[in-house]
RNA sequence: GGCGACGUGGCCGAGUGGUUUAGGCAGGGGCCUGCAAAGCCCCGUACCCGGGUUCGAAUCCCGGCGUCGCCUCCA
């Protein structure tokens, strides 16, 4: 049974399905208008991961991510850049699924645009209007949030304080500084859509409502996102479908920020880093160690210093596929009872990942199977070796992270100065045999001594 | 002003009332090796400060200090 922290009840839960056997998951997905920052990168891979583990726990999993492609900073970004908002999305869009597959984040099951749901945010707006819980200005409908119970509970707050604390700058038509915009009625030159309550464009409260009940139904299993979109994002969704006496997401979670020399990491304090930037540099799995060494909810520092630690660390993963001969596992893994694991640590894994995610304690145990499959190998016993192997493949697997023991790809001129100082160690000339090592080193190979001989890697 | 998070050994980063304890990286010693590398074994000082509860607290409570965040767009 999965227990899963619920911004709601502000407490650890356990994660109840709709339907047996069955989760559905919406994360709040990209505005796309910029590359992808670290930020992203995060939520995806911590959503990937928990996505991941119940699909290894045997559910069907339906994972539904949207795309925002109409926004005031696509508009703004069109207008700066003289193209249409439509060339700005495609180029973003393509740039955001290359991150997400270096990353090996699964693709959601359904993406859906903004503006593909545009025709059912209007019906939504209309029915919130009927119900008097929304009201027009002269730039656009607004949802009186005034008249939503509960408004607050996900920012914990009620609505006085909310309302105390409000930096929101003075809106005469608006009822209260904290009601927000359902659809902001078109400037000249925007892209603009019809509507009762005239032309205009979807509200970025509004869609994730739309199209989460839309294709998840009521009463989904669970909303998450970045920490940021608890309040104000998620409570406005929230507050929408409760004005519309509509069951939402059963539960939230949401997932700690990425910091940057102590501060968090923001497009505002323009202190960002593009994911994009990170994966030219480095393997696109340590990202991932990164996210699962800590804990979802807790900050993560990511600075080439850690990122450097956690490729350090893939290495060790890797080098148990490099010495044994394992069975690497199907993504995505799915526990199977019919292979040779460790049961003892499946158990265990188990346990962590169902305690709130504990990816860090998870990941230690998969290095200490690790050790202990060299352990096994070092005594020769192939058998308990191969299976402790196949075990931390399994583990590390469930979260995504793939073991590489493949060899390297290697040149004909590696090939001949491994041959060459393979044929020296076997003469005994050992002065020539660490020559070529040399060589080979200053070429960017690791050399290792095997059984087998001269082996190169990276 | 309101609400919240956090402060752990060289670094990153778990943990939680009590035997030995995360784990990774880095460092030291040993085994292995022609020498290495990889691997295995062993090792180091930790728990912001001050009180309190307790037989016993890094772990619970109170106070303080410090850092960060949300209440505006933000993953």
């Not at 795309?67 to 005031?72: C, G, P, Q, R």
């Not at 009927?130 to 008249?147: E, M, P």
């Not at 869609?207 to 996102?225: A, I, K, N, Q, T």
């Amino acid at each position: 049974m999965l227990l899963l922290h619920d911004t709601l009840a502000g407490e650890v839960t356990e994660f109840t399905l709709r339907d047996p056997g069955k989760a559905s998951m919406y994360i709040c997905g990209p505005t796309v208008y910029d590359l992808p920052h670290l930020g992203h990168g995060r939520f995806t891979l911590v959503f990937d991961v928990l996505r991941r583990y119940l699909i290894f726990s045997g559910l069907d999993v339906t994972y539904v991510s949207n795309i925002t492609d109409i926004d005031d900073k696509i508009i703004a970004r069109a207008a700066a850049e003289a193209r249409s908002e439509s060339a700005v999305c495609e180029e973003y869009e393509a740039r955001w699924w290359e991150a997400m597959d270096q990353l090996g984040v699964m693709r959601p099951d359904k993406t859906p645009h903004a503006t593909d749901f545009v025709d059912e945010m209007v019906t939504m707006i209309n029915e919130l209007m009927a119900r008097g819980v929304a009201y027009q200005t002269s730039d656009g409908v607004y949802l009186d949030v005034s008249q939503v119970e509960g408004y607050g509970a996900l920012a914990g707050q009620p609505l006085e304080s909310l309302k105390a604390g409000a930096r929101i700058e003075e809106h005469e038509e608006k009822r209260s500084p904290l009601d927000f915009a359902l659809w902001k009625a078109a400037k000249p030159g925007e892209p603009r859509w019809p509507a009762p309550f005239g032309e205009g464009r979807p509200g970025w409260h509004t869609e994730c409502v739309v199209m989460s009940l839309d294709l998840l139904g009521e009463g989904f299993d669970l909303h998450g996102g970045g920490l940021d979109l608890k309040f104000p994002h998620h409570e406005n969704e929230r507050a929408q479908a409760v004005a519309l006496g509509r069951p939402f997401a059963a539960h939230w979670a949401h997932n700690g920020w990425v910091m940057v020399e102590g501060e968090k990491m923001s497009k505002s304090l323009g202190n960002f880093t593009s994911l994009t930037d990170l994966l030219e540099k480095s393997d696109g799995r340590a990202y991932r160690l990164l996210v699962l060494r800590s804990h979802y909810r807790a900050p993560i520092e990511v600075t080439p210093d850690t990122i450097d630690d956690a490729e350090r660390g893939l290495d060790r993963l890797d080098g148990i596929a490099r010495r044994l001969p394992l069975k690497a596992p199907t993504f995505p893994v799915v526990l199977s009872t019919n292979d040779a694991y460790d049961a003892e640590s499946v158990a265990r894994f188990v346990e962590l990942m169902d305690n709130d995610l504990q990816t860090p304690q998870a990941l230690a145990l998969v290095f200490d199977v690790i050790t202990r499959a060299h352990s096994a190998a070092d005594a020769n016993d192939e058998g308990a070796a191969t299976m402790l192997g196949n075990t931390a493949l399994l583990l590390a697997g469930a979260m995504g992270l793939e073991a590489r023991g493949e060899a390297a790809v290697v040149d004909a001129l590696t090939q001949s100065l491994v041959a060459e100082r393979d044929a020296a160690r076997e003469a005994k000339d050992f002065a020539r045999a660490d020559a070529l090592r040399d060589e080979l080193t200053a070429l960017g190979w690791v050399v290792e001594d095997t059984a087998a001989g001269t082996a190169v890697r990276r």
